[in-house]
């Protein structure tokens, strides 16, 4: 059985625009594989930006099979204590909430952003590019 896997806003953001990486994305949903709604409202409002109307870019994303796991307590918690260990890194709440989904499942976490290999934080953290 394939270890638990979360995917960051940007994981998903690349296999829908059909950037670098995508096919390691399009593989995972294979297997289970969670998406936070913290980030689940990122890549909404991503697609909405780039011109998808609201109702397309909701189907887009919730058409992938992916588990989205509602933002816990106990998730915003950690979320936020992620802050100290990575404030200098520049993480954003979109990027603890992943982290935590990632921490609280023990899963891998699947990002564009290298930066997150630094952290330190327990998680394996595989980024796709």
């Known amino acids: 059985m394939p270890s638990p896997t979360v995917l960051d806003a940007s994981a998903i953001l690349a296999l829908i625009f059909e950037e670098p990486g995508r096919e390691v994305v399009a593989e995972l949903l294979n297997h289970p594989t969670a998406l936070s709604t913290v980030n689940l409202a990122e890549v909404h409002t991503k697609l909405i ?40 890194y520049g993480l954003s709440l979109g990027d603890r909430a992943c ?31």
């Open 49 to 88: 930006e780039r011109g998808t109307r609201s109702d397309q870019a909701w189907s887009n994303v919730n058409g992938l099979g992916i588990d989205i796991s509602p933002f816990s307590a106990a998730q915003a918690r950690v979320a936020a204590e992620l802050i100290a260990s990575t404030r200098p």
């Open 99 to 129: 982290l935590a989904l990632a921490i609280e499942r023990k899963a891998k976490v699947y990002t564009t952003d290298r930066k997150w290999k630094e952290l330190g934080l327990g998680v394996e953290v595989e980024v796709i590019r």
